[in-house]
């Protein structure tokens, strides 16, 4: 078992930034995949970013490249989601979560956050 928790959400004005956080606490033991998604008001859950919790790999979708940074620290037991240059279109719900296999459908994420809320104002 996987507990989640992510924190660093927040009210942000477009071209500004934020830094999520995910405290991953468990059974740490095991190299999962782990990945952020977003989901906005009346819109299906998105991926944003992934990573594997090992190697460092990183894959981001095309609408966050360039502007959003997945990173871990393994001694914290945390992954980071550094978001900037944010629009207003990035507002939504941002989910940590953790998979056996990675990739970038949901379903293959079996751990998953609370979420935490980002809002850009324009």
């Known amino acids: 078992q996987v507990e989640l928790r992510e924190s660093g959400g927040g009210l942000v004005q477009a071209g500004g930034s934020l830094r999520l956080s995910c405290a991953v606490s468990?059974?740490?033991?095991?190299?999962?995949?782990m990945g952020w998604f977003r989901q906005a008001p009346g819109k299906e859950r998105e991926f944003v970013a992934r990573?594997?919790?090992?190697?460092?790999?990183?894959y981001s979708a095309d609408s966050v490249k360039g502007r959003f940074t997945i990173s871990r620290d393994n001694a914290k037991n945390t992954v980071y989601l550094q978001m900037d240059n944010l629009k207003p279109e990035d507002t939504a719900v941002y989910y940590c979560?953790?998979?056996?296999?990675?990739?970038?459908?949901?379903?293959?994420?079996?751990?998953w956050g609370q979420g935490t809320q980002v809002t850009v104002s324009s």
């Open positions: 979560a953790a998979s056996y296999y990675g990739g970038s459908n949901d379903r293959n994420y079996v751990y």
């Open positions: 468990g059974r740490t033991n095991r190299n999962y995949y």
């Open positions: 990573m594997s919790w090992s190697g460092g790999t990183t």
